[in-house]
């Protein structure tokens, strides 16, 4: 499967931003521009279809022009919650989903994971930066929403242990793992603020 037509993406900004201060982590401002913007523009040159998901400032992500959807639950219950009602929500067989602090993300991202599904037969792909899984990374058919909101309903939260349940491809990016950065502190993005100042 590498028709892009097959293909939407989902941003994950539905998260509290604990670290982050309890802030919007998607609407910090990163070197003037807002961290979701960098994701945007990273991910629309890989997928035409592009869906956003948020629990609050639902009007500033909606500005971007791409529909928000938010979780069923308004109780933050993590990125399944929100990967739950991407699939609800999406027009096409196949959801990447991307996570909205992440604005160095691989521009082949979507091919790759795509290759790997098709060429394994399997309706998961996830990333790997060649030293840790990526969970955050990922490419599900719509086909698993049954098995996800199962897993949701039974308590379940964990990302990486509900996609490694589906045997998933696990596609090698260790040629560049620094596209895997998150930004999830003060700290760190003040870090890459002034790595980016310093190129």
């Known amino acids: 499967m590498t028709d892009s037509t097959a293909l939407s993406a989902l941003i994950l900004a539905g998260g509290q931003g604990l670290r982050m201060g ?73 959801l990447m989903v991307v996570p909205c602090d992440s604005p160095q993300l691989p521009l082949d991202l979507a091919l790759r994971l795509s290759q790997a599904a098709s060429k394994l037969n399997t309706q998961v792909a996830v990333a790997h930066d060649g030293e840790h899984l990526q969970p955050a990374f990922n490419l599900i058919h719509r086909d698993l929403l049954t098995d996800l909101q199962r897993y949701l309903d039974q308590g379940g939260r964990k990302l990486g242990y509900w996609l490694r349940q589906q045997q998933p491809a696990i596609v090698d990016f260790s040629d560049q793992p620094q596209s895997f950065i998150n930004l999830n502190s003060p700290e760190q993005l003040n870090t890459f603020q002034q790595q980016m100042l310093s190129r």
């Open 22 to 94: 309890g802030i919007d982590k998607g609407l910090v401002d990163l070197n003037h521009r807002r961290m979701v913007e960098h994701v945007l523009e990273r991910v629309k040159s890989q997928v035409p279809l592009i869906m956003i998901s948020a629990n609050r400032s639902h009007p500033e992500y909606q500005r971007y022009g791409f529909p928000v959807v938010a979780d069923q639950a308004d109780n933050f219950l993590g990125p399944l919650a929100g990967m739950a009602q991407g699939l609800r929500q999406s027009t096409t067989p196949w």
